[in-house]
């Protein structure tokens, strides 16, 4: 479970939240939109402490789970309203961004990664409401 912690590492270190946002800006149009009022730097930082938490989240940790929590509120039917669809093209751009970057990137790694923050997204999706 691990190997996605210290990929994670290496994602950081390379400049990966830049990159990311790069790529969802471009990945569909509705993206440029929501993000038109952000301050994209602090979203890095953002992303990066998010991404955290929901690796967390998937070894058990409490506090992963508040954060879980509270990025579905956020994100959520009474929050942004986030379209469920986003969330899978959003996925497709990590791992895309990740395997650009990630010099030990495997199939394996990518599948722990889908696998773990898919996870997330599934458990952030129940508990939107
Ligand atoms: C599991 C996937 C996701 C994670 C980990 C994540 C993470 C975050 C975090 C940490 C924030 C900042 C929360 C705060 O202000 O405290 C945020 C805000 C935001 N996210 Fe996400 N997000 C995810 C999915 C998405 C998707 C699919 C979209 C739409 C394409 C999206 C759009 C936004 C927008 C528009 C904001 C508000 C930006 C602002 O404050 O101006 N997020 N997200």
């Known amino acids: 479970m691990d190997t996605t912690l210290d990929s994670f590492r290496r994602l950081r ?5 830049h ?6 800006f471009v990945a569909d149009r509705r993206v440029p939109r929501l993000f038109a009022g952000t301050d994209l730097a602090r979203q890095r930082d953002l992303l990066e402490h998010g991404i955290s938490m929901l690796l ?4 058990g940790s409490a506090l992963g789970e508040i954060a879980m929590r509270r990025l579905a509120l956020l994100h ?6 986030i ?6 093209i959003w996925l497709r751009v990590f791992l895309d961004v990740a395997g650009e970057l ?3 990137w495997t199939p394996e790694l990518a599948a722990a990664w889908h696998a773990q923050l ?5 458990e952030m999706h129940r508990r939107g409401t």
């Open 19 to 24: 990159r990311f946002y790069e790529q969802l």
């Open 83 to 88: 379209d469920h669809d986003l969330y899978a």
């Open 56 to 59: 967390a989240y998937q070894r």
């Open 13 to 17: 270190e390379r400049g990966f939240a």
């Open 102 to 104: 990630d010099p030990e």
């Open 76 to 81: 959520g039917p009474r929050g942004l309203d």
């Open 118 to 122: 898919g996870a997330s997204i599934a």
